[in-house]
């Protein structure tokens, strides 16, 4: 399994961006493991907003084509174990993700203890500065508008290539137009749940074209228990 399929939409969204020149920005594609199912609905794919800093950007330079080429070689994006290995540090970044804490306990409640091998990681933004500031890397308002209607195009493609099963978006409000146009204008979910202590949060699923699409918030900030425990019962109940 290759990108080729989503090469040319990353071109046209390199276009897109051309006239953004607050900072320095990075492609983000998207990353699956090498056992990755290769039967149609099958695994799962877990969605996230955007990359909160690139540190890509600082090897490669500010040359958008010349990081896209680098990030689309498969030794880049065909691999999640890293993941795993950060882990047994103190400090690492994912170890202090709330986003990979929870997708690290779902995907070994399916998948055991090799789990990085059978998942798959994308993000609904896929241009963000390249390095992480004081607060945050995320796309301000103006580099989401620009990319937002080809990132749409793009995520949907990479949903075609892999072909999921379950397809968790981390992403509250970010993504409502997204399941509007993917759900050829509908927007009726098959099934609700809350979660949550103090403040509660819905967690919403709908089937399209035969795949569970699960509508969550970011698990920043939130009781990871709860909503590890929720996510876990909605997927199990199909």
């Known amino acids: ?9 990353y071109h046209e969204l390199g276009k897109q961006i051309e006239g953004y020149n607050k900072t320095a920005v990075s492609p983000f594609v998207i990353h699956f493991g090498e056992k990755f199912p290769e039967q149609s609905n099958e695994g799962i794919l877990f969605v996230g907003r ?3 800093g ?8 500010n040359n958008y084509e010349n990081q896209l080429r680098e990030a689309l070689k498969p030794r880049n994006y065909n691999n999640i174990k890293w993941v795993e290995e950060q882990f047994s540090q103190n400090n690492s970044y994912c170890r202090k993700s709330a986003f990979w804490r929870v997708v690290r306990s779902i995907s070994t409640e399916f998948y055991g203890n090799n789990w990085y091998e059978k998942i798959g990681w994308s993000d609904l933004y896929k241009i963000a500065p390249s390095k992480r500031g004081k607060t ?31 397809v968790v978006l981390f992403v509250g409000d ?4 997204f399941l509007f146009y993917v759900n050829h204008g509908r927007s009726q979910s098959i099934d609700k749940r809350m979660w949550g202590t103090g ?12 795949r569970y699409f699960i509508l969550t918030e970011h698990p920043q900030g939130k009781n990871e228990i709860e909503h590890i425990n929720c996510l876990l019962n909605m997927m199990k109940s199909i």
């Open 1 to 9: 399994m290759d990108l080729s399929s989503i090469e040319n939409l």
């Open 50 to 52: 955007a990359t909160n």
């Open 54 to 61: 690139n540190s890509n950007g600082s090897s490669i330079g």
């Open 136 to 166: 945050s890397a995320n796309p301000d308002k103006e580099l989401m508008e620009l990319q937002k209607e080809k990132c749409l195009e793009i995520l949907q493609a990479e949903i075609q290539m892999l072909s999921p099963k379950f």
């Open 174 to 177: 970010w993504v409502s137009n």
């Open 199 to 210: 403040k509660c949060y819905e967690t919403k699923l709908y089937e399209i074209d035969n």
